[in-house]
């Protein structure tokens, strides 16, 4: 073989060495293929659960204020609905067995509605039922006792409004609960005149058999964005039977 077969042929055969750079990679660069994977996938997770967390935190900032809401939504709706009525109070030789009213102080009000919602099939109600709205320690779903705003409803309405039935939570977590309640006799005296005040109870002499046209609440929760300042609602109820019903 000539000098220059020898040649071609060492120059189509290669060296071991070039054969098996170019098959594959050195460990230098898996390492550093491996680093840079790593690297991503770091920041990719962080980006999700920085995600994720905050998804979390806005879905859990909505259910709070939702719950507010539908509080208010369930006290205008059934405030508004509120009656008194001479009817069932005359003294007899029995006692008395049904009583309407409407007591409503600055942190609490009793009073008896039309709004009442039967639940059972054939249940032995009608739509008068006595309810009651102030704030109470009750226990959570953790088992904690916590400052919540509850709601007390007893059907049928019976001789004192403002005790029995049942009492439910409507609204954990509640810092304050305000009412105050429109007086159209006070509003008419000048005008301009404010007609807001935080008592009326019908078994008085400058409340009987009549009821505020309006009531005005007021909800205070701690800052659902995680602030140290507090958020406030207000809405108001406007009743629609200011005045005794007779039937």
Do not use: C
């Amino acid at each position: 073989m000539s000098a220059e077969q020898q040649q071609s042929s060492s120059k189509g055969r290669g060296s071991p060495g070039a054969l098996l750079l170019r098959g594959g990679f050195t460990l230098l660069e898996v390492m550093l293929a491996v680093s840079i994977l790593a690297l991503i996938m770091a920041v990719a997770w962080g980006t999700y659960a920085t995600a994720t967390t905050q998804q979390r935190r806005m879905q859990d900032i909505n259910v709070r204020l939702h719950g507010v809401q539908q509080a208010m939504v369930r006290m205008v709706r059934e405030l508004s609905m509120a009656f008194v009525t001479p009817h069932g109070q005359e003294e007899s030789q029995l006692d008395i067995r049904y009583r309407t009213g409407f007591v409503g102080k600055s942190n609490r009000v009793d009073f008896t509605s039309l709004a009442h919602m039967r639940m059972f099939r054939d249940d032995k109600v009608g739509d008068q039922s006595e309810i009651s709205y102030f704030v109470a320690q009750m226990r959570n779903d953790e088992g904690d006792m916590v400052r919540s705003l509850v709601r007390r409803e007893q059907a049928p309405i019976d001789d004192d409004f403002q005790k029995g039935g049942t009492v439910i939570t409507l609204l954990e977590g509640v810092e304050s609960f305000s009412l105050s309640y429109w007086d159209d006799a006070k509003a008419d005296v000048s005008v301009g005149s404010d007609g807001w005040i935080d008592d009326w109870d019908t078994e008085k002499s400058d409340f009987e058999w009549r009821l505020p046209s309006r009531v005005r609440i007021e909800i205070e929760i701690a800052d659902p964005m995680g602030g140290r300042g507090k958020m406030k609602f207000s809405t108001q109820a406007e009743i629609h039977l200011t005045e005794a019903l007779d039937f």
